[in-house]
């Protein structure tokens, strides 16, 4: 057996995971949360692939797992700033 059998009967396709341990469809992350509100982003996404690669018809996919939004520095740290707030040292509204 060649080395490009040996490598095509060890890919897997979608069809072959066991249904309970499929991935179901990609989650999108549209919404970040700040200060108890979800707000919508509108902004760029970052996608996120699994790290198994899956045959089909002779290519090689990584599946989509899903995205989150690709906050700016300073947007993220406006986030943090006020779920530092929110916990309050443990006395605020979540300790």
Known sequence: ????????????????????YRVGPPLMQHEYLVAGDLKTWGGPFQEVRSPVFLGSEGNLEAKLLGSFPLMSAGEALAALNEAVNAYGNGRGLWP
């Open 1 to 20: 057996m060649s080395i490009e059998e040996r490598l095509a009967a060890t890919l897997r396709r979608e069809e072959d995971i066991p249904e309970s």
